[in-house]
């Protein structure tokens, strides 16, 4: 990862960092994801699971010089999650030997968040108590429904029943806990996700993800797609999901503060998230991973074993980067920004662009309130066109 030096600002100011640690190994591959994962257990060209760990350290260490090489110093990191794929597959040793080498590189701040996914079946009792022990703060498990039928056309193949059981380990084991949800599969009815998002609230979780199926083009959904043998989903038909997931988690004292993201106060919002839509620097480590550091952004080399023989030969696996312009920065940030409950400043708007702000406002999808006092925040109908939102303030 190469780019610019920084500003004599920049550079004299420390800042604070989170980190992406993305593990490419699923059990199954869901016919839903588009995400760069690998079911086998042996890749070869050195990407198998069990040298995983290994790879992704070193990879710290050259992402670690390359910034000390630019003129870049952290003072914490403040978040880290480890995605998927999923995580926990590997055992949750290699997790705890990660973070940690983190740690030795860049000291987790005081109270740093740090968050694993899960599925409901990759986890034990025990290895959610070494997690724990070994620093991890936070679990995100992959639920997405408590209806079979949901779950067995998404090819999940978690027993719904083994959801509050894994909940209650984590808990146990002293760690937060949050729920992903997906809506609007195939055949999927409003009073299943009622039950899924019910069944999510018996568990009593810290925070809800709650996202909208997306059919991508390269997945064995999209294929079944093609085929005519499920339906495309249908926007109103989303849209009632959506305001149904909204109503029955502020019901149980859950806030939006993002879209797709509610919490049970703001202490239990995803701060690693946020760190994304507020424009943070963060490494990205992994296959496939992306980083980003005071506007230059970098994507690495995707399949395992390519790599694998990239660090093989003391290379950063970095495929491809790009410096964003202060327009993409622009725009980045009323994207990002107007997605999330706290909003954004008008300011931000470029002044040609204002006038849309008033139609929005009138639509009912900006709060008049807020617009009022200078700041951009999205009702729940601007929520559900939000994207609309954006297009109509950015050039």
């Not at 550079?11 to 086998?40: E, I, K, M, Q």
């Not at 992704?56 to 992402?63: G, I, Q």
């Not at 914490?76 to 030795?104: E, N, R």
């Not at 959610?128 to 090819?155: H, P, Y």
Request: charged content about 25%; aromatic content about 6%.
């Amino acid at each position: 990862m190469t780019g610019p030096h920084p500003s004599a600002e920049a550079a004299a100011s420390r800042r604070a960092l989170s980190a992406y640690v993305h593990v490419p190994f699923c059990a199954v591959r869901c016919g839903y994801c588009d995400f760069n994962t690998y079911t086998a257990t042996e890749l070869g060209g050195g990407g198998s699971q069990r040298e995983y760990p290994a790879h992704a350290m070193a990879e710290m260490d050259l992402v670690a010089r390359d910034d000390a090489a630019a003129g870049y110093a952290y003072d914490a990191l403040d978040t880290v999650f480890f995605g998927g794929g999923t995580p926990t597959l590997l055992p949750a040793g290699d997790l705890v030997a990660m973070l940690a080498h983190l740690d030795s590189l860049v000291p987790l701040a005081p109270g740093a968040e740090v968050t694993t996914e899960a599925n409901p079946d990759s986890v034990t009792r025990d290895s959610l108590r070494i997690l724990a022990d070994g620093g991890i703060t936070r679990v995100s498990f992959g639920m997405q429904s408590a209806v079979r039928s949901v779950l067995a056309t998404l090819d999940r193949t978690h027993d719904p029943e083994r959801v509050p059981q894994a909940v209650a380990w984590a808990r146990e084991a002293g760690l937060q806990v949050s729920l992903d949800l997906i809506y609007g599969t195939p055949g999927e009815t409003l009073e299943d996700v009622g039950i899924s998002v019910r069944a999510a609230l018996a568990c009593e979780p810290d925070h809800v993800s709650a996202y909208s199926l997306i059919i991508e083009g390269n997945t064995a959904m999209a294929r079944h797609l093609r085929r005519g043998e499920i339906a495309e989903p249908d926007p109103d038909d989303m849209a009632d999901k959506y305001e149904l997931v909204d109503d029955l988690l502020g019901a149980a004292g859950f806030s939006w503060y993002e879209v797709s993201n509610w919490a049970r106060g703001e202490k239990l919002r995803c701060r690693h998230n946020l760190a994304y839509w507020r424009g943070a620097d963060w490494w990205g480590i992994g296959p496939g991973a992306h980083r980003h550091r005071d506007g230059l952004r970098a994507w690495n080399v995707k399949h395992p074993s390519r790599y694998a023989a990239r660090l093989a030969a003391g290379e950063l696996p970095v495929q491809e980067s790009e410096t964003l312009t202060d327009t993409d920065r622009a725009l980045e940030r009323i994207l990002l920004g107007l997605r999330i409950a706290d909003g954004l400043p008008v300011e931000a708007v470029d002044p040609a662009r204002r006038d849309a702000i008033a139609v929005h406002v009138e639509r009912g999808h900006l709060d008049a309130d807020a617009a009022a006092a200078g700041r951009l925040v999205l009702t729940r109908p601007g929520r559900l066109l939000a994207d609309a939102v954006v297009r109509d303030l950015t050039p």
